[in-house]
Nanobody, 124 residues
Framework: QVQLVESGGGTAQAGGSLRLSCAAS????????MGWFRQAPGKEREFVAA????????NYADSVQGRFTISRDNVKNTVSLQMNSLKPEDTAIYYCAADRSLFIRTTTLAYDYWGQGTQVTVSS
């Protein structure tokens, strides 16, 4: 079993940037596809970005394509989400998650392990 801890959340102005990190313990992250999801108040948790085991394949939600970049460091056992050109609608709790399946997936039910989340607030 793997434990995930997110960090790097905070408050930014619209147009600004934040970088989220997800640190893993218990098992190596290299055996998992990794994803970032977010949940805004009153809304369902939604897919943001995912990356495969090697880091060679990524997938993004349309709403963040071109603004967010997911990356991973299997040596350091971390996954990151660089968020640029932030918008107020990016405000949410952001979660990282690990998936043991063969391919990248974008649904919450596909992921086996979750972190506790980190708050991101974007002011206009």
């Amino acid at each position: 079993q793997v434990q995930l801890v997110e960090s790097g959340g905070g408050t930014a102005q619209a147009g600004g940037s934040l970088r989220l990190s997800c640190a893993a313990s218990g098992r190596t992250l290299s055996i998992y596809n990794m994803g970032w999801f977010r949940q805004a108040p009153g809304k369902e948790r939604e897919f943001v970005a995912a990356i495969n085991r090697s880091g060679g394949i990524t997938n993004y939600a349309d709403s963040v394509q071109g603004r967010f970049t997911i990356s991973r460091d299997n040596v350091k056992n971390t996954v990151s989400l660089q968020m640029n050109s932030l918008k107020p609608e990016d405000t949410a709790i952001y979660y990282c998650a690990a998936d043991r399946s063969l391919f990248i997936r974008t649904t919450t039910l596909a992921y086996d392990y979750w972190g506790q989340g980190t708050q991101v607030t974007v002011s206009s």
